[in-house]
Nanobody
Framework: QVQLVESGGGLVQAGGSLRLSCAAS????????MGWFRQAPGKEREFVAA????????YYADSVKGRFTISRDNAKVTVYLQMNSLKPEDTAVYYC?????????????????WGQGTQVTVSS
C-alpha cells in the first residue's frame, strides 16, 4: 500500500516556474515506477511524465518535453516535477501516481495508487 501526497501547486504567470513534490509513504518506494498526470476543467486526465524505479529512465508527453523535468529521491521517498516556461494551457490539477513495476508506465490505467492532486494555474 502506498499513499501519495502532492504539494507545490499554485498561481504563476506565464513563463514562470513551479516545482511539484509528491511524498510517498511506505518502505518500498524504490520499487515503484512513478508518474505525473494532469486534468484540466472539462478535459480528460492526460499523461505528463513518468520515471522508472531508479530514476535512470524518464518519459514525457510531447506537450511538456523540454520544459518539464521529472526526478525522484528514493531516500526521501519523493518524486518531483520541475515545470519551467509555464503556459496558460498547463493549467490543471496535477496528480502523481505509483505502480509496482520496473519499467515506465504512461497510461493512467496502469497505475494503482494516486494522490489527491494539486492545482496549478498559469495566468497569461
Amino acid at each position: 500500500q502506498v499513499q501519495l501526497v502532492e504539494s507545490g501547486g499554485g498561481l504563476v504567470q506565464a513563463g514562470g516556474s513551479l516545482r511539484l513534490s509528491c511524498a510517498a509513504s511506505g518502505r518500498t518506494f524504490s520499487a515503484y515506477a512513478m508518474g505525473w498526470f494532469r486534468q484540466a476543467p472539462g478535459k480528460e486526465r492526460e499523461f505528463v511524465a513518468a520515471i522508472n524505479w531508479s530514476g535512470g529512465s524518464t518519459y514525457y508527453a510531447d506537450s511538456v518535453k523540454g520544459r518539464f523535468t521529472i526526478s525522484r529521491d528514493n531516500a526521501k521517498v519523493t518524486v518531483y516535477l520541475q515545470m519551467n516556461s509555464l503556459k496558460p494551457e498547463d493549467t490543471a490539477v496535477y496528480y502523481c501516481a505509483a505502480v509496482l513495476a520496473l519499467t515506465i508506465a504512461t497510461r493512467d490505467n496502469e497505475y494503482d495508487y494516486w494522490g489527491q492532486g494539486t492545482q496549478v494555474t498559469v495566468s497569461s
